[in-house]
């Protein structure tokens, strides 16, 4: 089964076969939601009516409402944008820090610690906005009930997705950025050092640099991570919903290919984010 | 510089303190402590064990509880199955260009968010889809077709949102193979299944154990899927816990079952860590 051992050649055909199919599998349901978000009917399915770019352009004149002027759906692509730019750089700047305290420094407990940061990776999605709803909003309650206090910050809305989201996504943050650190020789920097510069600016001249394409990528991921993610968010949002549980919501009403629509938009703007950071990537360890 | 060092361990160890009691530990204990209270009148709490007691008696509760895990165990699999043939190919077989570009092709899928793979999963198997189109067009039906709404069609949406998963640590574990080993094995007189079973598999197992714990997690948590391409009867336990607290605002019954489902999840991955003698952080870090 590797290449120097022979292989019959209906053994090859078979599997090729099973490759084209795997990736047709792959490809097919992105591929046929792409399409008929250009298809002239009102309903995204057969037969093909020809094509259109309505339901990305239309203004609403023609009894047909464009994603671009969707007012709702444009609001909650705000909302999404200004959850994942809060997530991206808090999850960021807690993974540089991380990273650094669990390659570079010793400690009593580390190892029990370094468990603790993978914690947030088997704990499903759900369970983590529900566990951050019950603390946050509980207290709220609790403040609002005893003291007459309102923490409007801790009821469901986008300060509690931001925290929801931040708990999980700051545990692959680090883990993409401390990848980078382990590869680190730390006597570029001990050199740097012996030519007389301080720790800080030790960090900023040399370690940060290093470091950058892997805090471009974890940027990256946590931005479409934070853009996409259903579970946690459902849990925790209030009345500015994000995209994805606007595009849900209007999916329960029923299908338009108005949403069709949004998720091509959805996909090419992931697509370009991942080959931008992927070029940037390539042409840096080059 | 003995200072500098502890300072600096101090301005790094908070945040990270910060970060998993505040978002993560404080949260679950508070969930945990939750799941116990009973709302005795509308001010007045006692501690006490209603919340899993409904759970055991409600058929409805632990029946689906058991579904979701077993479905979810069922998923892994099927994931692993399918996956195991193309990771091997992208990591021993494919050459240059091509071994990149197919590992692309595998990424691809995952730009595309949850709702929109289930969304054109939908699109493809509901009765005015396009398999159904398609099937008719051929033929071979006479009328729609409904294909969407079943267990079958959950599971094909649950696999191809597993597949990223598990194709990336076999393709990373596979790589780091030695041809020579499964060489040694067919000179020593193995056939295909004996080499499989006696130095292919082993030497995955790191990435076989860590695609499987992160598939199993993301489908017994998965939400979406299951809420959309289920049917009337197939119900998923997060679409349980999501009624308790958004629809029925039962906080209490809502963490008892949150807390019902963390303790399967981790005891799946501890069982399956056990068994396959590996440790979280060699799997996950």
């Not at chain 1, 468990?115 to 709803?133: D, N, R, T």
């Not at chain 2, 094995?185 to 995955?204: N, S």
């Not at chain 2, 899927?225 to 605002?249: N, V, Y």
Request: net charge neutral.
């Amino acid at each position: 089964m590797i290449r120097s051992v022979p292989r019959s050649r209906w053994f090859n055909g078979l599997y090729l076969a099973y490759l084209v199919a795997f990736f047709l599998y792959l490809a097919l349901p992105l591929l046929v939601t792409a399409a008929f978000a250009f298809n002239d009917a009102p309903f995204p399915s057969l037969p093909w009516k020809g094509a259109t770019l309505d339901w990305f352009i239309a203004d609403g004149s023609d009894e047909r409402t464009g994603f671009f002027h969707d007012d709702s759906l444009l609001a909650a692509l705000w909302v999404s944008a200004k959850i994942a730019f809060w997530v991206t750089l808090i999850s960021v700047a807690l993974g540089c820090g991380n990273a650094v305290l669990f390659e570079r420094l010793d400690f009593r407990g580390k190892e029990i610690l370094y468990l603790l940061l993978l914690l947030p990776l088997v704990i499903p999605g759900v369970i983590l906005g529900v566990s951050i709803l019950v603390f946050y909003s509980g207290m709220a309650n609790e403040a609002s009930r005893a003291w007459a206090v309102e923490l409007d910050l801790f009821r469901p809305g986008t300060p509690l997705v931001v925290m929801g989201q931040v708990s999980f996504i700051t545990t692959l943050s680090t883990l993409v950025i401390a990848a980078r650190l382990r590869k680190f020789d730390p006597q570029l920097e001990e050199a740097a050092l012996n030519l007389g510069a301080t720790p800080v600016i030790a960090w900023f001249t040399v370690t940060l640099p290093w470091l950058l394409p892997a805090i471009l990528g974890a940027a990256a991921m946590a931005f479409l991570m934070s853009f996409e993610n259903f579970n946690t968010t459902v849990m925790l949002t209030g009345s500015d919903t994000p995209l994805t549980v606007a595009l849900f919501n209007r999916l329960r009403e029923g299908s338009t290919p108005v949403l069709n629509a949004a998720a091509l938009v959805l996909m090419v703007a992931s697509a370009l984010l991942a080959a931008l950071v992927m070029r940037r990537g390539s042409g840096n360890s080059a | 510089m003995r200072s500098t060092s502890r300072l600096s361990l101090w301005l790094l160890l908070t945040p990270f303190a910060l970060w998993i009691l505040l978002l993560v530990l404080l949260p679950h204990v508070q969930m945990l402590r939750v799941s116990f209270q009973v709302r005795e009148s509308w001010d007045t709490l006692a501690f006490g064990v209603d919340q899993y007691r409904n759970f055991f008696t409600e058929s409805y509760y632990w029946r689906t509880f058991l579904r979701t895990g077993v479905m979810s165990l069922f998923t892994t699999l099927i994931t692993l199955l399918i996956a195991f043939p193309v990771a091997w190919y992208i990591a021993r077989l494919a050459r240059g260009r091509a071994k990149g570009w197919l590992f692309l092709a595998c990424l691809v899928p995952f730009w595309a968010s949850e709702l929109v793979r289930t969304y054109g999963w939908m699109i493809l198997l509901r009765e005015s889809g396009l398999f159904s189109a398609g099937l008719q067009a051929l033929g071979w039906v006479d009328g729609p077709v409904e294909m969407l709404y079943n267990d079958a069609a959950v599971i094909i949406g649950l696999v191809y949102n597993g597949l990223l998963f598990m194709v990336v640590p076999l393709v990373t574990t596979l790589e780091g193979m030695d041809d020579n080993l499964v060489e040694a094995g067919y000179d020593l007189g193995g056939g295909h299944a004996t080499v499989m079973r006696e130095i292919v598999v082993p030497w995955a197992m790191p990435g076989i154990v860590s695609g499987c714990i992160v598939v199993f997690m993301l489908t017994l948590g998965s939400y979406l899927t299951p809420i959309l391409m289920g049917g009337k009867d197939s119900a998923w336990f997060t679409g349980q816990i999501f009624t308790q607290f958004i629809t029925r605002f039962n906080w209490e019954q809502g963490a008892a079952l949150g807390v019902l489902l963390l303790v399967l999840s981790s005891l799946i991955v501890w069982l399956g860590l056990k068994l396959t003698g590996q440790s979280l952080r060699k799997v996950m870090g």
